[in-house]
């Protein structure tokens, strides 16, 4: 195997792709709540949701998985979607809608590269908020990579915001 192969630095992840229990609880939740639009339905087992019209970011199916109990804690699988946002003012009204929805975070972190809310959907997959700080203010390390951490969010300056 060749090991010099480095991915594109332009590469991206196009979608996330969720078994779930319920479509419409799942549909509440992603589209009700943090605002996504459905691209596309397939029957009563699948939709396809996006933000942008983007044709889709997340896909949501009972193909396997009508009716389930959530996944246990300590098996294997998907840790949490990342969903970015584009600028800390969007994370801040996406907090604020939370909040006035009374939906517990399970997180709030600054990374120093990023600022995140960490929540669980209603199938119990993790989700996580955030918004990227500009590269420039990224932590460095003396030779220069990205020193990230782990530091509590301070949300009431995050709401300032929305001011």
């Not at 594109?8 to 479509?23: A, C, D, E, Q, W």
């Not at 939709?47 to 098996?75: E, Q």
């Not at 996406?94 to 120093?112: C, E, M, V, W």
Request: charged fraction near 20%; hydrophobic fraction near 35%; proline fraction near 6%.
């Amino acid at each position: 195997m060749n090991t010099t192969y480095k991915i594109p630095g332009n590469t991206r992840i196009g979608h996330v792709h969720l078994k779930v229990s319920n479509i419409q609880r799942a549909l509440d939740f992603y589209c009700g709540l943090l605002g996504f639009e459905i691209t596309t339905e397939y029957g009563e087992n699948a939709v396809f949701i996006s933000a942008g019209g983007y044709h889709h970011h997340i896909g949501l199916n009972t193909w396997y998985s009508k009716d389930a109990p959530p996944a246990s804690r300590n098996s294997v699988g998907l840790y949490h979607t990342a969903i970015v946002y584009p600028t800390r003012k969007d994370l801040a009204e996406i907090f604020n809608r939370l909040l006035q929805a009374g939906y517990p975070l399970t997180g709030a972190s600054d990374h120093g590269v990023s600022e995140a809310l960490y929540l669980d959907d209603p199938d119990q997959n993790g989700v996580e908020l955030y918004w990227d700080k500009p590269k420039e203010e990224w932590p460095r390390k003396a030779d220069g990579s990205i020193n990230m951490f782990t530091k509590p969010l301070n949300l009431e300056n995050l709401l300032s915001e929305l001011s």
